[in-house]
T-cell receptor, first 116, second 111 residues
């Protein structure tokens, strides 16, 4: 499967635990974006990363949330000390980063995070 | 920052009819406008996009129009089929690479 791969597809955590969401971009893509979607809502931008660099984290809460895209391996979105309000679908997208700005972003099928 | 409004929130059509979804954006610096289709339990799928140097783009039964002056863009689906039923999202992007999404339109195509 050459598409964007996210895992796990579903994740259940209790309040106060940590959640780690993983995203492998499409083959050949070096730009990764994370978005959050609440029920009946559109997607909200969280963070944009390139390999080993955070380019734009303007949509990410200042506390408890962090993201990385290491030289090797998938991008990770980490949520510490989860609260009920963190329950949402988290989507990762990737783009090639080649050529002009705003290359098409292709999405994975998301991780549905539920907080008990 | 950018704000994208999308209408209608729900749309029901008969199979074979056309469907039109409209979006407006606020930031005149936005120059990239993709449309996504999202089926239940899946991620958004890019179906068509348009850049600000083009007024219209067509791909089989799907077309998108852009009016930069009025800051609005529309998705047109002709000869709708039941498998077109899904939630459709418009989005706007500028030089920052991030996309700002509308709240979505739930399209139902009745056989």
């Amino acid at each position: 499967n050459a598409g964007v791969m996210q895992n796990p597809r579903h994740l259940v955590r209790r309040r106060g635990q940590e959640a780690r969401l993983r995203c492998s971009p499409m083959k050949g893509h070096s730009h990764v974006y994370w978005y959050r979607q609440l029920p009946e809502e559109g997607l909200k931008f969280m963070v944009y990363l390139q390999k080993e660099n955070i380019i734009d984290e303007s949509g990410m809460p200042k506390e408890r949330f962090s993201a990385e895209f290491p030289k090797e391996g998938p991008s990770i979105l980490r949520i510490q000390q989860v609260v009920r309000g963190d329950s949402a679908a988290y989507f990762c997208a990737s783009s090639s980063g080649q050529g002009s700005s705003n290359q098409p972003q292709h999405f994975g099928d998301g991780t549905r995070l539920s907080i008990l | 920052g950018e704000n994208v409004e999308q209408h209608p929130s729900t749309l029901s059509v008969q199979e074979g009819d056309s469907a039109v979804i409209k979006c407006t954006y606020s930031d005149s610096a936005s120059n990239y406008f993709p449309w996504y289709k999202q089926e239940l339990g899946k991620g958004p799928q890019l179906i068509i996009d348009i850049r600000s140097n083009v007024g219209e783009k067509k791909d089989q039964r799907i077309a998108v129009t852009l009016n930069k002056t009025a800051k609005h863009f529309s998705l047109h689906i002709t000869e709708t089929q039941p498998e077109d039923s899904a939630v459709y999202f418009c989005a706007a992007g500028g030089g920052s690479e991030k996309l700002v999404f509308g709240k979505g339109t739930k399209l139902t195509v009745n056989p």
